[in-house]
């Protein structure tokens, strides 16, 4: 079993900066990608960024050149953070962070973000 926690959201102007983390615990050593996901009011959700166990990263287009998701190495506590910067009221959802393996995935319960004046 793997938890999973997201931490970070909050209210945000237009052009600002957000950092998301998100940790995990439990059989950590089973998640072979982390990634966060975030569904906007009436849309379906969607991947914003993942990163491997190996520290491969990927990025959706909406996430390319603002946001940089990496993992707490050090930490070896299963710890992923989402840099958030020139947000836009598009980027307004809730973000979710997932731990991927083999058997299934593992969803956190999601974190607010607001982009508005």
């Known amino acids: 079993q793997v938890q999973v926690a997201e931490s970070g959201g909050g209210l945000v102007q237009p052009g600002g900066s957000l950092r998301l983390s998100c940790a995990a615990s439990?059989?950590?050593?089973?998640?072979?990608?982390m990634g966060w996901y975030r569904q906007a009011p009436g849309k379906q959700r969607e991947l914003v960024a993942a990163?491997?166990?190996?520290?491969?990263?990927?990025?959706t287009d909406p996430a390319k050149g603002r946001f940089t998701i990496s993992r707490d190495n050090a930490k070896n506590t299963g710890t992923v953070n989402l840099q958030m910067g020139s947000l836009k009221s598009d980027d307004t959802a809730v973000y979710y962070c997932?731990?991927?393996?083999?058997?299934?995935?593992?969803w956190g319960q999601g974190t607010q973000v607001t982009v508005s004046s």
């Open positions: 990163i491997t166990s190996a520290g491969t990263s990927y990025y």
């Open positions: 997932v731990a991927e393996t083999p058997t299934r995935n593992y």
């Open positions: 439990g059989s950590i050593l089973n998640i072979y990608r």
